[in-house]
């Protein structure tokens, strides 16, 4: 039985053990050695190497830790967390016993191999490591108490627990000035994905759940263009990265199961074929919408969208759900991220692996409605 009901109105939310989350330009510089659990605090950076080597953040985080704070910097996390670059960070952070926080700078990436580090040391201590964790991109990994990381086999492997969850998530508007334009505005539909498919799980809260959700897809579909017009404005990016945050901080630790079905083929289209979740989710989330108008629960979760997004209610659940999906689709236009899955190197032969990492099944309703889905975005 799901945790939450509409009809009776009621259900279970649970907190993290989320302590602050400071937003505003400058925030890195102003907040960030505060926020280190003590005075002697030794620190490990995790990090990409695009941020490390093309942009001047990672130098001002280690600046700002100083020869007091800082223990080391590991800058080659690569896009899907390879177990492999997992492996040698969880090696340099393990040499120093010294460390207790991890700082993450950058994307999901950076952010779910800090928690996956932290997971490790666990098992080998007992202890689990404190995390500050400082995002670029609008992916919202440091909302959630699970990690996600590529095997050797290119399939996306999970780890979970409360204790994963940041303690600090620092928003700071200079960072993601840094961040490429495309890789902003996709993350924002990765975002935007969270926000919609929480609104129709069963697991999810009214409150502060799916209220915060509704804000956030509000906001999104306000200030994903207006970056995109102007993508200086720390206003809007600041904006951005707080729709972001209340796309995903409600889900809190209540959870039973995944999200829903477009993050199912975002991780079974991400990984297998090297396409950035942020675009997995420019290609799905639409189609997935107009997939779920035909269940009555989720039409009706999903309807309660349109008057955050500037168009009212019909009274038709079904009707309005698709107006939802073609909001999305336009949205998606808009912003110039249409995509397809030929450009990734998938042909119609990977049709049927892609159904079955998504859906589990080999046969059915569902499997021939994600075949249909799949082949639509060849």
Not at 307 to 332: H, T
Request: net charge neutral.
């Amino acid at each position: 039985m799901p945790e939450s009901t509409g009809n009776p109105l009621s259900g279970l939310w649970k907190p993290t053990h989320l302590q602050a989350m400071y937003y505003g330009p400058n925030s890195v510089e102003k907040h960030l050695t505060s926020c280190l659990p003590t005075s002697t605090s030794k620190a490990f950076i995790i990090t990409g190497s695009s941020l490390a080597s093309k942009t001047p953040l990672i130098k001002q985080v280690e600046a700002l830790l100083g020869t007091t704070h800082h223990a080391g910097t590991f800058s080659n996390i690569g896009q899907h967390a390879p177990v492999a670059h997992l492996d040698q960070a969880t090696d340099a952070v393990q040499k120093e016993e010294a460390i207790d926080t991890l700082i993450s700078v950058g994307g999901g990436s950076p952010i779910d191999s800090a928690k996956a580090i932290s997971y490790r040391q666990h098992d080998l201590s007992g202890k689990f490591l404190y995390h500050i964790s400082i995002p670029t991109t609008l992916s919202a990994a440091e909302c959630t108490l699970g990690a996600g990381y590529t095997n050797n086999e290119g399939t996306k492997v999970a780890v979970a627990h409360p204790e994963l969850v940041p303690h600090v998530v620092i928003y700071d508007a200079d960072f993601a000035l840094e961040t490429p334009e495309r890789l902003w505005l996709s993350t924002g539909i990765r975002s935007l994905d969270h926000a919609i498919e929480l609104q129709y799980h069963p697991d999810t809260s009214e409150a502060p759940a799916k209220q915060l959700c509704l804000t956030a897809i509000a906001s999104l579909f306000t200030y994903l263009p207006k970056y995109k017009s102007d993508p200086k404005n720390k206003d809007y990016i600041t904006r951005l990265q707080l729709a972001s945050f209340n796309s995903l901080c409600g889900m809190g630790t209540a959870f039973k199961s995944g999200l829903g079905l477009s993050h199912a083929l975002g991780y079974a289209l991400g990984s297998p074929y090297g396409i950035p979740h942020g675009i997995t989710s420019c290609l799905t989330l639409a189609k997935v919408v107009n997939l779920k108008s035909s269940d009555p629960n989720s039409a009706e979760q999903i309807a309660r969208v349109l008057p955050f997004i500037g168009q009212s209610r019909s009274g038709d659940d079904q009707k309005d759900a698709i107006r939802v999906s073609d909001a999305i689709e336009r949205l998606v236009k808009d912003l110039g991220l249409q995509s397809s899955l030929n450009k990734y190197g998938v042909g119609e032969d990977q049709v049927p692996k892609i159904a079955r990492l998504a859906t589990g099944q080999e046969k059915g309703q569902l499997y021939d409605n994600v075949v249909s889905l799949v082949k639509s975005k060849l």
